[in-house]
Nanobody
Framework: QVHLVESGGGLVQAGGSLRLSCPASGRIFGSYAMGWFRQPPGKGRVFAAAITWSGSNTKYADSVKGRFTISSDYAKNTVYLQMNSPKPEDTAVYYC?????????????????WGQGTQVTVSS
């Protein structure tokens, strides 16, 4: 069983910055990949970013490319999402997820473990 717990969400002004963290129980890195997804109010869950355990490969949704950065700390079993210059449309519940294979993909169905989510609200 893998346990993921997101933290770092909250209220941020547009143009500010916020960093989300997602530590994982156990040593789940290795041949895995991690992803961040988000669910805006009244909408479905969508892909934001993904990274391989080594940090060598990343993938971003066009909507966050150039503003958000995903990173991982193998020693701490933690994946991060640095959100710079957030916009009101980035308001959502943010989830981290683990993929059992070490390839970065955007499909939610390709991830097998999920955290409970953390709310991010961007004010204009």
């Amino acid at each position: 069983q893998v346990h993921l717990v997101e933290s770092g969400g909250g209220l941020v002004q547009a143009g500010g910055s916020l960093r989300l963290s997602c530590p994982a129980s156990g040593r789940i890195f290795g041949s895995y990949a991690m992803g961040w997804f988000r669910q805006p109010p009244g909408k479905g869950r969508v892909f934001a970013a993904a990274i391989t355990w080594s940090g060598s490969n990343t993938k971003y949704a066009d909507s966050v490319k150039g503003r958000f950065t995903i990173s991982s700390d193998y020693a701490k079993n933690t994946v991060y999402l640095q959100m710079n210059s957030p916009k009101p449309e980035d308001t959502a519940v943010y989830y981290c997820a683990r993929r059992r294979l070490s390839t970065v993909v955007a499909g939610a169905g390709d991830y097998d473990y999920w955290g409970q989510g953390t709310q991010v609200t961007v004010s204009s």
